[in-house]
């Protein structure tokens, strides 16, 4: 079936550096993209979304960048901190842009070091 | 945090048994959504609830359900517990289909 899949399980990066977390997708029809970001013992966290109509949003030290052609999806964070360690989610949603039947992907783990 | 208040945080329960899961949406959210979580299948959506009723089904169970009450609080039922039911079941709320939404702290569900 399709699904939503990630390109690297782990992603290693210094502290200060960017990081570039990728997502693939394989429904065409879907319009609408979120990432969240999960830490240890928490629920995901919103972070940024993105609807089909758009090839990059950007927020506050993020950036979500969707190239329909390929099906891919990333996310690139900026000076990436301590804190910015966690698991990352690309979901797609196939609805028209609302919020249920969003189909996850199986996260990114990522780990800054000082 | 995010407001939205789940109990219990760790369920420890036996196979066969059933379990009942709580969720708090945030305040003024009318939207209600289930989801699990595990190693094997990541977060999969399991049903959404729209001001008590039910909105849209995931792959969600026969042996699961599920119920918004007037007060908006809703709560997910486990039934014939099976050692592959052990997971990690959180519980979003938004205010309606279509804006962000916010997720619980999740509970940890083991079946022994």
């Known amino acids: 079936g399709e699904s939503v899949g990630l390109h690297l399980p782990t992603l290693s990066v210094q502290e200060g550096d960017n990081s570039i977390i990728n997502c693939a997708y394989s429904?065409?029809?879907?319009?609408?993209f979120i990432w969240y970001k999960q830490e240890s013992g928490k629920g995901p966290q919103f972070i940024i979304d993105?609807?089909?109509?758009?090839d990059k949003r950007q927020g506050q030290r993020v950036t979500v960048l969707l190239n329909k052609t390929v099906k891919h999806l990333s996310l690139q964070i900026a000076a990436t901190q301590p804190g910015d360690s966690a698991v990352y989610f690309c979901?797609?949603?196939?609805?028209?842009?609302?919020?249920?039947?969003?189909?996850f992907g199986k996260g990114t783990l990522l780990t800054v070091n000082p | 945090d995010s407001g939205v208040t789940q109990t219990p945080k760790h369920l420890i329960t036996a196979t066969g048994q059933r379990v009942t899961l709580r969720c708090s949406p945030r305040?003024?959210?009318?939207?209600v959504y289930w989801y699990q979580q595990s190693l094997d299948q990541g977060l999969q959506f399991l049903i959404q609830?729209?001001?008590?009723?039910?909105?849209a089904k995931g792959n969600i169970l026969e042996r699961f359900s599920a119920q918004q009450f007037p007060d908006l609080h809703s709560e997910l039922n486990l039934s014939s517990l099976e050692l592959g039911d052990s997971a990690l079941y959180f519980c979003?709320?938004?205010?309606?289909?279509?804006?962000?939404?916010?997720f619980g702290q999740g509970t940890r569900l083991t079946v022994v």
């Open positions: 979003a709320s938004s205010g309606t289909v279509d804006t962000e939404a916010f």
């Open positions: 609830y729209y001001n008590g009723e039910e909105r």
């Open positions: 305040s003024g959210d009318l939207s």
């Open positions: 993105i609807r089909s109509n758009m």
């Open positions: 429904n065409s029809a879907s319009d609408y």
């Open positions: 979901a797609e949603n196939m609805s028209g842009g609302s919020n249920y039947k969003l189909t």
